[in-house]
């Protein structure tokens, strides 16, 4: 297995992510197949900038299912199939090529 511990960068700052991660991630190496059914929906985190944020997981091979045509919100999904809603903090970004017109890409 692998496991990601995140934390929000407020959260490193004030020292709290040296005592404990927030979030744990866990992805299982074995052969089973989990099709979604051992999952919970999906977790949301802001971002200081949704286009930004998306880029750069798609420049590290990251699939945008949901690009964040509105500048609010975006979603990705983790290998295992589980959604990730990205929102922009604070008001959303004006709207930006090529994020504006591009199609969604699988399901989210």
Known sequence: FTLIF??????EQSGIADKAPL????YNWDPED??????????????D???ATCQHLMDNGVIINRPPRDGNMAFVKSPDGISIEL???GPAK???????????TGSW
Not at 34 to 47: C, D, I, P, S
Request: hydrophobic fraction near 40%; charge should be negative; aromatic fraction near 12%.
């Open 34 to 47: 989990y099709k979604g059914g051992r999952n919970f929906g999906h977790l949301a985190y802001e971002v």
């Open 87 to 89: 929102l922009q903090k």
């Open 23 to 26: 979030v744990e991630l866990t």
């Open 94 to 104: 004006a709207k930006a090529e090529p994020w504006a017109s591009m199609a969604n």
């Open 6 to 11: 995140l934390a929000a960068s407020e959260d």
């Open 49 to 51: 900038d949704i286009y």
